[in-house]
Protein backbone atom coordinates (compact mmCIF):
# COMPACT_ATOMS: atom_id res chain seq x y z
CA UNK A 1 0.00 0.00 0.00
CA UNK A 2 2.72 2.67 -0.49
CA UNK A 3 3.78 3.66 3.12
CA UNK A 4 -0.03 4.36 3.86
CA UNK A 5 -1.96 2.60 6.33
CA UNK A 6 -5.52 2.06 5.96
CA UNK A 7 -7.67 4.22 8.53
CA UNK A 8 -10.72 2.23 10.16
CA UNK A 9 -13.58 4.14 11.60
CA UNK A 10 -17.46 3.66 12.65
CA UNK A 11 -19.84 6.11 10.67
CA UNK A 12 -23.60 6.02 10.33
CA UNK A 13 -25.01 6.69 6.88
CA UNK A 14 -28.18 7.21 5.33
CA UNK A 15 -29.66 4.80 2.62
CA UNK A 16 -32.19 4.05 -0.14
CA UNK A 17 -34.30 0.88 0.42
CA UNK A 18 -34.05 -0.02 -3.19
CA UNK A 19 -34.79 -3.76 -1.91
CA UNK A 20 -38.48 -2.20 -0.62
CA UNK A 21 -39.11 -0.49 -3.81
CA UNK A 22 -38.19 -3.12 -6.10
CA UNK A 23 -41.14 -4.41 -6.79
CA UNK A 24 -42.67 -0.82 -8.15
CA UNK A 25 -39.02 0.01 -9.86
CA UNK A 26 -39.98 -3.15 -12.16
CA UNK A 27 -43.15 -2.56 -12.71
CA UNK A 28 -42.02 1.12 -13.86
CA UNK A 29 -39.29 -0.13 -15.89
CA UNK A 30 -40.53 -2.55 -18.08
CA UNK A 31 -43.63 -0.49 -19.07
CA UNK A 32 -41.31 2.68 -19.63
CA UNK A 33 -38.11 0.49 -21.33
CA UNK A 34 -41.00 -0.53 -24.20
CA UNK A 35 -43.13 2.60 -24.28
CA UNK A 36 -40.08 4.80 -24.37
CA UNK A 37 -38.04 2.21 -26.33
CA UNK A 38 -35.04 2.38 -24.40
CA UNK A 39 -31.37 1.66 -26.26
CA UNK A 40 -30.70 -2.27 -25.67
CA UNK A 41 -27.51 -0.84 -23.56
CA UNK A 42 -29.54 0.97 -21.10
CA UNK A 43 -32.11 -1.94 -20.81
CA UNK A 44 -29.39 -4.41 -19.93
CA UNK A 45 -27.34 -2.28 -17.60
CA UNK A 46 -30.76 -1.65 -15.57
CA UNK A 47 -31.68 -5.57 -16.00
CA UNK A 48 -28.40 -6.17 -14.59
CA UNK A 49 -28.79 -3.65 -11.75
CA UNK A 50 -32.14 -5.21 -10.80
CA UNK A 51 -31.49 -9.03 -11.62
CA UNK A 52 -28.27 -9.15 -9.44
CA UNK A 53 -30.29 -8.18 -6.59
CA UNK A 54 -31.07 -4.81 -5.62
CA UNK A 55 -29.32 -3.66 -2.00
CA UNK A 56 -29.38 -0.68 0.24
CA UNK A 57 -27.51 2.31 -1.49
CA UNK A 58 -25.86 4.55 0.42
CA UNK A 59 -26.34 8.28 -0.15
CA UNK A 60 -24.03 9.63 2.14
CA UNK A 61 -20.61 10.16 2.28
CA UNK A 62 -17.78 11.37 4.70
CA UNK A 63 -16.39 14.03 2.86
CA UNK A 64 -15.36 17.83 3.27
CA UNK A 65 -17.07 19.01 0.12
CA UNK A 66 -21.02 18.25 -1.64
CA UNK A 67 -24.55 19.26 -0.71
CA UNK A 68 -24.47 19.04 3.25
CA UNK A 69 -27.55 16.87 4.67
CA UNK A 70 -30.26 19.03 5.86
CA UNK A 71 -30.60 16.94 9.24
CA UNK A 72 -28.84 17.52 12.31
CA UNK A 73 -27.79 14.15 13.16
CA UNK A 74 -26.01 13.95 9.96
CA UNK A 75 -24.18 17.57 10.17
CA UNK A 76 -20.58 15.92 9.26
CA UNK A 77 -22.16 14.57 5.97
CA UNK A 78 -22.80 15.55 2.50
CA UNK A 79 -24.86 13.67 -0.34
CA UNK A 80 -23.26 11.58 -2.83
CA UNK A 81 -23.52 12.80 -6.22
CA UNK A 82 -25.05 10.67 -7.77
CA UNK A 83 -28.06 10.68 -5.55
CA UNK A 84 -27.94 14.58 -5.18
CA UNK A 85 -27.03 15.41 -9.05
CA UNK A 86 -30.33 13.77 -10.86
CA UNK A 87 -32.35 16.03 -8.37
CA UNK A 88 -30.78 19.24 -9.76
CA UNK A 89 -32.45 18.29 -12.91
CA UNK A 90 -35.94 19.46 -10.88
CA UNK A 91 -33.99 21.96 -8.62
CA UNK A 92 -32.33 24.17 -11.60
CA UNK A 93 -35.89 23.76 -13.01
CA UNK A 94 -37.63 25.08 -10.33
CA UNK A 95 -35.11 28.06 -9.85
CA UNK A 96 -35.84 28.76 -13.56
CA UNK A 97 -39.60 29.14 -13.06
CA UNK A 98 -41.85 28.61 -10.65
CA UNK A 99 -44.19 26.69 -13.12
CA UNK A 100 -41.31 23.83 -12.86
CA UNK A 101 -44.41 21.28 -12.24
CA UNK A 102 -45.75 21.38 -15.48
CA UNK A 103 -42.21 19.10 -16.21
CA UNK A 104 -41.63 17.48 -13.04
CA UNK A 105 -45.45 16.88 -12.01
CA UNK A 106 -46.87 15.72 -14.88
CA UNK A 107 -46.74 12.25 -16.35
CA UNK A 108 -49.23 12.09 -18.48
CA UNK A 109 -48.29 14.92 -20.56
CA UNK A 110 -44.56 15.04 -20.25
CA UNK A 111 -41.68 12.64 -22.03
CA UNK A 112 -38.25 13.02 -20.12
CA UNK A 113 -35.87 11.68 -22.70
CA UNK A 114 -32.09 11.26 -21.56
CA UNK A 115 -29.01 10.56 -23.84
CA UNK A 116 -25.91 9.35 -22.18
CA UNK A 117 -22.74 6.94 -21.64
CA UNK A 118 -23.04 3.69 -20.08
CA UNK A 119 -21.52 4.55 -16.65
CA UNK A 120 -24.45 6.94 -15.80
CA UNK A 121 -27.61 4.55 -16.87
CA UNK A 122 -27.52 3.03 -13.39
CA UNK A 123 -28.13 6.18 -11.76
CA UNK A 124 -30.83 7.78 -14.01
CA UNK A 125 -32.72 4.06 -14.84
CA UNK A 126 -32.74 2.92 -10.83
CA UNK A 127 -31.52 5.57 -8.47
CA UNK A 128 -33.48 8.70 -9.68
CA UNK A 129 -36.74 7.02 -10.44
CA UNK A 130 -36.71 4.86 -7.27
CA UNK A 131 -36.05 8.13 -5.19
CA UNK A 132 -39.10 9.55 -7.21
CA UNK A 133 -41.43 6.44 -6.96
CA UNK A 134 -40.60 6.12 -3.47
CA UNK A 135 -41.40 9.60 -2.88
CA UNK A 136 -45.37 8.45 -3.25
CA UNK A 137 -45.52 11.88 -5.34
CA UNK A 138 -46.91 12.33 -8.82
CA UNK A 139 -43.21 12.82 -10.62
CA UNK A 140 -42.58 12.33 -14.01
CA UNK A 141 -40.22 9.95 -14.94
CA UNK A 142 -37.87 9.04 -17.33
CA UNK A 143 -39.49 7.91 -20.52
CA UNK A 144 -36.83 7.10 -23.26
CA UNK A 145 -32.96 6.70 -22.93
CA UNK A 146 -30.13 6.73 -25.00
CA UNK A 147 -26.98 5.16 -24.82
CA UNK A 148 -23.56 4.40 -25.95
CA UNK A 149 -20.34 2.78 -24.43
CA UNK A 150 -19.83 6.63 -24.25
CA UNK A 151 -20.56 9.89 -25.54
CA UNK A 152 -18.72 11.07 -29.17
CA UNK A 153 -17.99 14.75 -30.01
CA UNK A 154 -16.83 15.60 -33.45
CA UNK A 155 -13.95 13.38 -33.53
CA UNK A 156 -13.27 12.03 -29.62
CA UNK A 157 -14.86 10.78 -26.70
CA UNK A 158 -16.64 13.14 -24.60
CA UNK A 159 -14.65 14.35 -21.90
CA UNK A 160 -15.50 17.13 -19.44
CA UNK A 161 -11.94 16.75 -17.62
CA UNK A 162 -9.97 16.91 -21.25
CA UNK A 163 -12.37 20.12 -22.06
CA UNK A 164 -14.00 17.75 -25.54
CA UNK A 165 -18.10 18.33 -25.47
CA UNK A 166 -20.23 21.33 -25.06
CA UNK A 167 -21.16 22.71 -21.96
CA UNK A 168 -23.09 24.95 -20.26
CA UNK A 169 -20.72 27.93 -19.49
CA UNK A 170 -20.21 27.50 -23.52
CA UNK A 171 -23.80 28.04 -24.86
Known amino acids: MCGTTPIIKSTRHIFLDLPNI???LDTWM?????????????????NGWIQGGLKKRCIT???????PVPDPAFSDKVFYVWFDAPIGYISITANYTDNWE?????????DLYQFMGKDNVPF??????????????NYTL????STTEYLNYEDGKFSKSNGIGVFGDSI
Request: proline share 4%; aromatic share 10%; hydrophobic share 35%.
Open 61 to 67: RDLKWGT
Open 102 to 110: QWWKNPDNV
Open 22 to 24: KDR
Open 142 to 145: LHHI
Open 30 to 46: AESSVKGNWSANAVQLT
Open 124 to 137: HTVIFPSSLIGSKD
